[in-house]
């Protein structure tokens, strides 16, 4: 991108929330955006933090509560003639042949039937599926499928390419293959192509494509920062600039997840209705454990832990918010390392583990000192699960509601503190006495 670029589309003052019956989940708040030409843009951040929900808004198919969005400076509310979208689950269509559901993508454009096949045909060539026009869905694999999903958005001749996650339901390999042949036609520049922006989780697939990075916070979801790239040389892991940019991202990924300022942890409270970070305990237990053995004064680069692990950024950032949440580990530059409580942890036995982790979870989390505190002081000792999920309901969907109360049944079993029986939905105290 040059300081001579055509600024192409703009999100201003973009905010959007789904309404409950008392208040508003805000899911976006306050996005200012601008995409300008001849550049790729990665947009990164945690599930949650709004990014496909923004991605869907500047596409024109999802109407923002406040803001607007600009195409070439005028002002849209449908969707826009001149982008196209690639979906992460392929939406191809099993009933229609590759032709089919290439050529589907031009029903709006009102072409003649020769025109449309003549794209259709194009396009399938520039992504490598020369010869499987006539094939179904059924008969690809996830690879080819996505390169199908790509021809269609491609036939269409957009001036902007938006793809929401393309490669992460694709083995790594695939993914690897399928995202060079993409830079090779960006870079051939056919077409009206002039500008791709592309919701990932993956942030070396950022490093490798981008020329922007834009870097979102979540609970609701924000730009925290935004990171240039200029690197000489190839885009790998041979390349010490492609390293650098790399631990620079995680560093900015780390600060953007942090919620609680060290004055509020120094409280030892977090507020009820929190979202828990939906970690299973044994990854948990595992970090703890890899972070209690390293020679490294207890700290690891994030960078180096999510690589050697195999952990994308919503695994590695999930898990890192419940360990600091809890109070067993901080994360300071890049940097994850362990406090005393997680190191203690880390070298107990099985049932000192729990007593920890119990301490833990009543210092630190407001809705199990809640829940505990409410089955201490009921007759029964019991609580119905529709309390809770009515409570959470007020600031969160019906799903996120549910996935809360998961992670808190679970915390709440493994440190003894309070039972939970499926069957009958009620929250109780194993041993009143």
């Known amino acids: 991108m040059t300081k001579q670029s055509k600024a192409i589309l703009q999100a201003l003052g973009i905010k959007k929330f789904f309404k409950k019956e008392s208040n508003h989940h805000l899911v976006l708040d306050h996005i200012d955006f601008t995409l300008f030409e001849n550049e790729v843009v990665c947009l990164l951040g945690k599930s949650g933090s709004g990014k496909s929900t923004f991605l869907r808004i500047i596409s024109g198919l999802t109407e923002p509560n406040e803001g607007k969005v600009l195409w070439n400076g005028k002002e849209v509310d449908a969707p826009i003639p001149g982008v196209s979208m690639v979906f992460q689950n392929f939406a191809l269509l099993p009933w229609l042949s590759v032709l089919q559901n290439v050529s589907l993508g031009l029903d709006a454009l009102n072409l003649p039937e020769s025109e449309r ?16 026009e006539s094939a179904y869905p059924r008969e ?77 916070s979540s609970d609701p979801g924000k730009i925290f920062s935004e990171i240039k790239v200029s690197m000489k ?108 409580e997680g190191y203690q942890f880390a070298e107990a036995d099985i049932l000192n583990r729990k007593k920890i982790f119990s301490t833990q979870l009543l210092t630190y989390i407001e809705l199990a000192r809640h829940i505990r505190s409410e089955l201490d002081q009921n007759n029964d000792h019991e609580i119905d699960k529709s309390i809770l999920i009515q409570k959470l309901d007020e600031h969160y969907s019906e799903e996120i509601s549910n996935e809360i109360f998961r992670v808190i049944v679970d915390w709440g079993r493994y440190a003894e503190i309070f039972a939970y029986n499926d069957r009958t939905e009620q929250l109780s105290l194993e041993d009143p006495k």
């Open 117 to 132: 096949r003549k794209r259709a045909l194009t396009a399938i060539d520039q992504v490598g599926m020369d010869g499987f």
């Open 233 to 340: 040389g190839d885009r790998d892991e041979n390349n010490p600039e492609f390293r650098k940019l790399v631990d620079q991202i995680y560093q900015h990924m780390s600060q953007a997840q942090v919620k609680y300022k060290q004055s509020d942890i120094a409280q030892k409270t977090t507020p009820l209705t929190t979202r828990l970070p939906a970690t299973p305990l044994s990854e948990l237990t595992g970090i703890l454990e890899t972070l209690a053995n390293t020679d490294d004064d207890n700290q690891y680069d994030l960078s180096d832990f999510a690589e050697e692990h195999l952990l994308d950024v919503d695994n590695l950032f999930t898990a890192v918010e419940a360990l600091e949440m809890l109070g067993f580990a901080r994360v300071r530059r890049g940097k994850i390392f362990l406090t005393n």
């Open 140 to 216: 690809l694999s996830g690879g080819m499928c996505q390169r199908v999903g790509i021809a269609r958005a491609m036939a269409a001749d957009p001036i902007v390419m938006l793809m929401d996650e393309p490669f992460s339901a694709l083995d790594v390999l695939t993914s690897e293959n399928l995202r060079a042949d993409l830079l090779d036609l960006w870079e051939q520049k056919k077409g009206r192509l002039r500008s791709m922006i592309m919701v990932t989780h993956n942030i070396e697939e950022a490093a490798a494509m981008a020329d922007r990075i834009i870097v979102f």
